[in-house]
């Protein structure tokens, strides 16, 4: 048996024989948050997250040594996969690669061993470029921060009402704010297309607070409406994913009342010991982007 194996605690999760590796590293020091509570977090979570991740080609930002170390960003099937690891054809323009899908706990477990976080385009393995929701990630440019990227999601919220959209939000787990909408499926093009549209109309309905084009020199100050995420190049953040932020913060969920009451930056920071609790408090408020009860189609 190698000597890796010999000094590595193994676990079985669901039939499967994971190696979990220096359980005890600190990887937050700001908290003291470690390896093994890391991968705590991901096995008490993995009800709600695995929802978000299912059928959906992951894409990792892996940070092995903690946020303050190196990071990757990773898309194609790691080296070292075993073999019981699902994959996925996923096409890209210089041809088909294959990625992970993160379908049972012991995948989503061999993965945050990896110290990952967990990003996801907006289509689903079986329908490539056929977006099922709408995302605009709202960050902001300091001096704004997170209660100005609130005052966008509201006035979005009753754009996209108006056009017979639901929107649900989520903190990023870094600065800003994600919305997102549940939509029948529609050709990525499209969604991005209308969403370019919505961030244009909240720049000149809002131009003291909103600005749609990526230009540094634009930002300051002002949240940056970015819709590029509809393109099915793109990922975003997992629900219920952590982040590689000084803190152990959690892209969590959050409801329109919350979002609405915000007055200070840390109003909606959220930490890994947080998550649990507010799902037994309010279960998975993404929920319908899951179960697409309230998916939408985009106006003519």
């Given at each position: 048996?190698?000597?890796?194996?010999?000094?590595?605690?193994?676990?079985?999760?669901?039939?499967?024989?994971?190696?979990?590796?220096?359980?005890?590293?600190?990887?937050?020091?700001?908290?003291?948050f470690t390896k093994g509570e890391l991968l705590h977090y991901y096995a008490t979570t993995a009800g709600s997250l695995l929802?978000?991740?299912?059928?959906?080609?992951?894409?990792f930002l892996r940070f092995p040594d903690g946020p303050a170390g190196q990071r990757f960003f990773a898309k194609n099937v790691?080296?070292?996969?075993?073999?019981?690891?699902?994959?996925?054809?996923?096409?890209?323009?210089?041809?088909?690669?294959?990625?992970?899908?993160?379908?049972?706990?012991?995948?989503?477990?061999?993965?945050?061993?990896?110290?990952?976080?967990?990003?996801?385009?907006?289509?689903?393995?079986?329908?490539?470029?056929?977006?099922?929701?709408?995302?605009?990630?709202?960050?902001?440019?300091?001096?704004?921060?997170?209660?100005?990227?609130?005052?966008?999601?509201?006035?979005?919220?009753?754009?996209?009402?108006?056009?017979?959209?639901?929107?649900?939000?989520?903190?990023?787990?870094?600065?800003?704010?994600?919305?997102?909408?549940?939509?029948?499926?529609?050709?990525?093009?499209?969604?991005?297309?209308?969403?370019?549209?919505?961030?244009?109309?909240?720049?000149?309905?809002?131009?003291?607070?909103?600005?749609?084009?990526?230009?540094?020199?634009?930002?300051?100050?002002?949240?940056?409406?970015?819709?590029?995420?509809?393109?099915?190049?793109?990922?975003?953040?997992?629900?219920?994913?952590?982040?590689?932020?000084?803190?152990?913060?959690?892209?969590?969920?959050?409801?329109?009342?919350?979002?609405?009451?915000?007055?200070?930056a840390d109003d909606l920071v959220f930490l890994a010991d947080d998550i649990a609790p507010r799902l037994l408090r309010y279960?998975?408020?993404?929920?319908?982007?899951?179960?697409?009860?309230?998916?939408?189609?985009?106006?003519?």
């Amino acid at each position: 048996m190698p000597d890796y194996y010999r000094m590595t605690p193994i676990t079985e999760v669901e039939g499967r024989r994971l190696p979990l590796s220096n359980l005890e590293k600190v990887l937050y020091p700001a908290t003291g948050f470690t390896k093994g509570e890391l991968l705590h977090y991901y096995a008490t979570t993995a009800g709600s997250l695995l929802a978000h991740l299912y059928n959906r080609p992951v894409s990792f930002l892996r940070f092995p040594d903690g946020p303050a170390g190196q990071r990757f960003f990773a898309k194609n099937v790691p080296p070292g996969t075993p073999a019981w690891v699902k994959t996925a054809e996923v096409p890209r323009s210089a041809g088909v690669s294959r990625q992970i899908l993160v379908q049972d706990l012991a995948t989503l477990m061999w993965a945050a061993n990896l110290v990952t976080e967990f990003h996801t385009p907006q289509w689903q393995a079986d329908a490539p470029g056929q977006a099922d929701r709408l995302v605009f990630d709202l960050d902001p440019g300091a001096p704004a921060d997170v209660v100005q990227c609130c005052e966008v999601a509201v006035w979005l919220r009753e754009r996209l009402a108006a056009d017979g959209l639901h929107s649900y939000a989520k903190t990023s787990g870094s600065k800003g704010l994600h919305l997102l909408v549940p939509l029948t499926p529609t050709p990525s093009p499209q969604v991005s297309a209308y969403a370019k549209a919505l961030a244009q109309e909240a720049e000149a309905e809002l131009p003291r607070l909103v600005v749609h084009r990526m230009t540094r020199s634009l930002r300051p100050g002002k949240v940056f409406v970015d819709h590029s995420q509809n393109s099915a190049a793109k990922t975003t953040a997992a629900p219920y994913t952590l982040r590689a932020r000084p803190e152990p913060t959690v892209s969590t969920p959050v409801t329109w009342e919350e979002v609405e009451s915000c007055a200070h930056a840390d109003d909606l920071v959220f930490l890994a010991d947080d998550i649990a609790p507010r799902l037994l408090r309010y279960g998975d408020l993404l929920g319908p982007l899951i179960n697409l009860n309230r998916a939408g189609r985009l106006p003519s």
